[in-house]
């Protein structure tokens, strides 16, 4: 791994400049992170006397990241609707149903038809990799991860699509020092338990009883199971034996991403040059969201602002080594997408409440507990399978430890949001 270039100097502000991006808010702001979920502080200031006036919030890229967002990127104020050329019309269609969420499609095209034509091959993609990778269903003709679960230690003979998902979990255990783990199933399976009970959080996370959590000692027993050195595959990637039967495989921390990844190249390898596709917080450009230059662009909602309604503010509110951050914003940043993705992971996404304490989703290995430090964690990168990996690594890992690892990465920057709401950075990215 090449290591990234350190130190904000004035020059490289100066260069960054150039690639300011304007808030445009678009229907894909599903991505928006951490609303009614979010655990409640109580207040430490009083709350700002009149109404909270939304500004504009550019994010800026290094100019290595930034190279071709040069060209003919301008700012667009934000109540202004920018369209394409006269030759294309922007469509957009949803899914609902795949991979737990609604998968967004918008793109350019010539007419109607020529998007829907498209789309439908879209739509197919990911309906075939969404049964492949499924933990809960089988499927008449293929063997997908429930049917790996199901084996008892027998080898499986398996798509090279499913047995590559599985060899890029095994590479990202290691990259990400354990924290994004595909074989924690059995762990997992116990926290399921109280998420299906509380079902979605809207507005307010549900309660639900204390029987329904997992004890510690139930907890250790299961990983004693979760070693992903004890998956075997294939020298070609087409069978599989998971050597402890015991084992059961979860791939929700990557599924989505790399799903995203596969079928964004393959729209690209039929010609697709201009599109975006949001899966539920997992967002993949493709080229240019115009034919004039400018960039697709992905809000990260600010989790204080709530219907509305401005929160009171908190000291913790502010942007470490980014300048002030005023959590009157309503968004948190924007991200400038070509060719690039942008994933983010949060507590909002699946949580509930016991005996007066929050739980959400992601589960620490190491701990067997959820996740503690972060509200949200969202990753910018060409890979969306990558990103989506990070996002829950990093929320397993504490934050000199996850900076280290995300400097030591081309190409890869990350905006956390801490449990005291304040913002960190990546070397790569700053707040104009």
Known sequence: ????????????????????????????????????????????????????????????????????????????????????????????????????????????????????????????????????????????????????????????????????????????????????????GTVTEMWRVALAAAGPAHPEPATVSPDLLPTAAELREAAQHIDPGKIRLGADLTTVQLLDPAMRLDVGALAKGYAVELVARRAEARGVTSMLINAGGNVRSIGYRHDNGRPWQVAIKNPLIAAGTLEPARAADKVASAGKSSMDDKYLAVLPLIDHAAVTSGVNERCFKADGRFYHHIIDPQTLQPAQGYLSITVYSSDSGLADALTTGLFCLDLETGMDLIESLQGIEVVWLLSDRSLRLSSGWSFK
């Open 1 to 184: 791994m090449k290591t990234k270039v350190k130190g904000r100097t004035d020059a490289r502000r100066r260069t960054a400049g150039l690639v300011t991006i304007i808030v445009i808010v678009l229907s894909l702001l599903s991505m928006s992170v951490l609303s009614a979920c979010a655990p409640k502080s109580p207040p430490t200031e009083t709350e700002p006397s009149g109404p909270a006036v939304s500004k504009v919030r550019e994010m800026l890229l290094s100019p290595d990241i930034a190279g071709k967002l040069t060209g003919d990127v301008l700012g667009v104020d934000i109540d202004q609707k920018v369209e394409p050329s006269a030759d294309l019309k922007r469509y957009s269609v949803v899914y609902p149903n795949l991979f737990d969420v609604a998968i967004t499609v918008i793109g350019l095209a010539a007419d109607e038809a020529a998007f829907s034509a498209e789309a439908a091959k879209i739509h197919e993609d990911f309906q075939y990799f969404h049964q492949l990778f499924d933990a809960f269903n089988t499927y008449p003709g293929m063997n997908n991860i429930r049917t790996i679960n199901e084996s008892g230690g027998a080898e499986v003979r398996i798509d090279p699509e499913l047995g590559k998902l599985l060899q890029k979990g095994k590479e990202y255990y290691e990259l990400t020092r354990g924290g994004m783990n595909i074989a924690i």
